[in-house]
């Protein structure tokens, strides 16, 4: 169900808003602050583009 156009948000594209609050880090820039944040048995399980997913024992 459309909404009328007042009630509808406007977003700035994609990769402007990522750009603008997430800083990008190499994985091992990541791995390091979380292992700082207490975490261990860090391991990179997928990575894709400037996405990366991680497991790790808190």
């Known amino acids: ?3 009328p156009a007042e009630q509808r948000r406007t977003l700035p594209p ?3 808003a990522m750009g603008a609050g997430l800083p990008l880090l190499l994985a091992s820039e ?3 602050l979380m292992r700082e ?3 261990a048995n860090v391991e990179l399980f997928y990575s894709a583009f ?3 997913c991680w497991v ?3």
Do not use: D, L, P, V
């Open 56 to 58: 790790a024992k808190a």
């Open 30 to 32: 990541e791995e390091a």
């Open 14 to 16: 994609t990769g402007a």
């Open 50 to 52: 400037s996405f990366m």
């Open 1 to 3: 169900m459309a909404r």
């Open 37 to 39: 944040a207490g975490f």
